[in-house]
């Protein structure tokens, strides 16, 4: 019985501890963004496009980031360290780079895709992002009717 008390008392400070660190990391962002310069998505959108990077990608890029740091009105730079905006931890940085090729429709990098842009940049920013999916194959869409 101690046992489980134990194991319980564990789980729920772990648990405890998360969210507190979670809304420690949401109330430095909070004063981040206050003193920011405001870009627009759509300005931000302009920026890459410049650049010769598809809209949709980047426009689909821009949401899965917004609602991954969780919240409204936070002014994503083109030069954010993404690591350190969404507070990517461990394997973090994968899981949300599979979340944006789900949503753009394409098939996950492999080892020599991040290891090719790993060594063109220095930390993950929102251009690593697009130059690690703008060369990756479309998944085809199943388009099956059922009768």
């Known amino acids: 019985m101690k046992v489980l008390l134990i194991i319980l008392f564990i789980l729920v400070g772990a648990i405890v501890f998360g969210i507190v660190e979670r809304n420690i990391h949401k109330h430095k962002l909070v004063k981040i963004n206050k003193g920011r310069d405001k870009l627009s998505k759509e300005d931000f959108v302009q920026y890459f496009l410049t650049k ?10 821009y949401n899965e980031i917004t609602l991954y740091i969780g919240l409204k009105d936070f002014v994503l730079l083109p030069n954010d360290d993404l690591r350190k905006i969404c507070d990517l931890h461990d394997l973090d940085d994968i899981e949300l780079i599979d979340r944006i090729c789900h949503e753009l429709g394409v098939e996950k990098p492999n080892q020599a895709s991040f290891d090719s842009i790993n060594n063109k940049y220095d930390y993950l920013s929102f251009e690593y992002l697009l130059d690690l999916t703008k060369n990756l194959n479309v998944l085809e869409k199943e388009n099956k009717t059922y009768g």
């Open 52 to 61: 010769g990077y598809n809209y949709d990608f980047i426009s689909i890029i």
